[in-house]
């Protein structure tokens, strides 16, 4: 017997999907509170599978998203603003598919906190808007209330002008009437009097050196700080120098010169700044020591000027005294012409007639005797080969005497030699030389310079040296009528002269002589030369030869003057 396999082919029959439909329960809704819940729909079709979107996005489950009925609904629990949608179903089954039409929902909600803009700060009399802002669906309405008591309702409120007392609390209060919700925020406005006016007053007394001085700053206005300004630094607070706990006075105990200059105070607050005039601070003080101007040392007949000052305020006052005794007042005292009686003491006192205070200083002036002539005197006729002495002559008070030759130091020119020494003002030659001739000065000086006396000329006297005749040796009779014969010297002064014939003086003074050329005139001449200053005399000889015969007389006149036939031409005598 065979047997019979049997298969058993089960066909499914799938229906098109048709007229998908989507529907809610409830399109208006308020946040946090309702339940959305979609139903999804079709009016033909079988094996239907359900897929949900919300605009582009797939729908998944979650716990506030549920699916149910096959995926056929969708339930959002405690709908928020961001569930509206648009929401829309779509159905597969394989051989075809449908989407709905979409739904989307209008979520009511808010208010939330609600934003407050306006200023923190404003000064009296000014106005304040405040605006008050919510994010809410439909829009807040909105009341307005000030440290608790309602004011205004809208969501602008505008002050009036402010006063002090509108400083406080600003609350605005937003209402949905839809959801029965409300929010509140506050904003704390500082309402601040602008600083009108800044001035610096004083005690009244007048600020004194090691006394206590107090200057306050006076403010119109409500100041938030105040702060002391000198010379446009802040001022440096010490163990004297102290502000008050509100800062509005500024105290010195004790106040000193240190603290003169300009100051002045700030006040500032919130709104607004102003700051003092400058007030001068001027420290009463002194005086201190003085101190004197002036020469130390002066020569009689002289003037000194003495001027006196001293550090104070306000300038002191001054008195001059002498040895002790008063003499003079104001800041500048000048002598009569000194003598040596005024050498002593002089005193200066400074008084401040503020501080009742005073302070003295002294000065000793020292009086020499001035140089009122200084000259060069010798002790002798200056002859060569003696000792000759120059003094230095001063009148006055002198320090050092110096020599000069020629506008020359002896002692920088090296001019000293052993033959010339300075011992106190006298210039000693041993002996004197001609080749000392020079023009001589002595300076004196002192504590007010070098006083010069006026040239001496040194001419040393000597001689006489090295006498000659000149003259023909020989002569022929009739070639000449006379033989002059010269005698000269060297000598200061220039000598005198006189002549011998054969050792006897003849009558002939001069330095020429003529003689009659004969041949008994043919002898031997002498000139001699004397210095009547130095009392040296000294002699020479010619002699004189004559050849030929004599055709003229033996005695020959000349000038009025004839001896022996000789003529004597005299010359001027030259003395120094």
């Known amino acids: 017997m065979h047997s019979v396999l049997k298969a058993v082919v089960t066909l499914s029959v799938k229906e098109p999907i048709s007229n998908v439909t989507l529907r809610a329960n409830a399109t208006d809704l308020v946040e946090l509170n309702d339940t959305a ?74 208010p939330e906190r609600p934003d407050v803009t306006s200023p923190d700060i404003a000064m009296t009399g000014h106005i304040v808007t405040f605006n008050c802002s919510a994010s809410s669906q439909p829009p807040s309405q909105f009341s307005w209330f000030f440290n608790g008591s309602q004011m205004a309702t809208g969501s602008v409120y505008k002050t009036g002008p402010l006063t002090l007392a509108s400083h406080g609390e600003y609350t605005c209060v937003a209402f949905n009437n839809i959801t029965y919700r409300n929010s ?20 009244g007394n007048q600020a004194t050196e090691g006394d206590s001085f107090t200057m306050t700053c006076n403010i119109v206005g409500d100041p938030s700080s105040i702060h002391w300004w000198k010379n446009h630094t802040s001022v440096r607070l010490d163990n004297r120098t102290h502000v008050s706990f509100d800062n509005r006075t500024l105290a010195f105990n004790p106040v000193q010169h240190s603290d003169y200059g ?81 050498h002593g003491e002089y005193t200066c006192m400074a008084f401040n007639n503020v501080t009742g205070r005073n302070s003295t200083v002294s000065k000793m002036l020292t009086i020499i005797e001035a140089i009122t002539s200084v000259t060069v005197k010798r002790n002798k006729l200056p002859i060569a080969s003696d000792n000759l002495t120059l003094t230095c002559d001063v009148t006055g008070h002198y320090d050092t005497i110096y020599w000069m030759k020629d506008n020359l130091s002896l002692v920088l020119n090296n001019t000293l030699n052993s033959d010339i020494t300075i011992s106190n003002n006298s210039l000693h030659f041993s002996p004197v030389k001609v080749s000392n001739d ?31 005749i000149s003259g023909p040796g020989l002569v022929v009779i009739g070639s000449v009528i006379t033989a002059n014969l010269k005698c000269s010297a060297d000598s200061r002064p220039t000598s005198e002269y006189w002549w011998k014939y054969i050792n006897q003086s003849l009558p002939v003074t001069g330095s020429l002589m003529a003689v009659g050329v004969s041949l008994k005139n043919a002898k031997i001449y002498t000139c001699v030369a004397k210095n009547c200053l130095t009392n040296i005399s000294m002699s020479k000889t010619i002699s004189l030869d004559v050849t030929g015969h004599s055709p003229v007389p033996l005695f020959q006149s000349r000038g009025g003057l004839m001896l022996m036939g000789l003529v004597a031409l005299s010359l001027p005598l030259i003395n120094h």
């Open 37 to 110: 819940i979609f139903t999804c729909s079709v009016s033909s079709g079988t094996s239907l599978s359900y897929r949900w979107m919300n605009g582009s996005s797939e729908v998944a489950a979650s716990d506030r998203v549920r699916l149910g009925v096959g995926n056929s609904t969708l339930s959002i629990v405690s709908v928020t603003r961001y569930d509206e949608g648009p929401f829309r179903c779509e159905v597969i089954n394989g051989i075809s598919n449908g989407t709905s039409q979409p739904i989307g929902l209008k979520v009511r909600f808010g």
């Open 184 to 203: 509140t925020v506050s904003k704390m406005l500082t309402v601040v009097a602008p600083i009108t006016s800044v001035s610096i007053s004083t005690s």
């Open 262 to 342: 300009e100051y002045q105070c700030m006040a500032r607050n919130s709104v607004s700044n102003r700051t003092s005039t400058r007030y001068t601070l001027l420290v009463n003080y002194g005086p201190k020591q003085p101190v004197i101007a002036g020469a130390p040392i002066a020569e009689t007949e002289q003037r000194v000027t003495f001027n006196c000052s001293a550090s104070s305020q306000p300038p002191s006052q001054f008195s001059w005294f002498f040895n002790g005794s008063q003499v003079v007042t104001g800041s500048v005292y000048e002598t009569g012409p000194l003598t040596l009686p005024g």
């Open 438 to 468: 020079g023009n001589y000065q002595c300076v004196a000086t002192n504590l007010f310079g070098p006083n010069t006396s006026p040239k001496y000329q040194l001419l040393v006297n000597y001689g006489p040296l090295s006498v000659n």
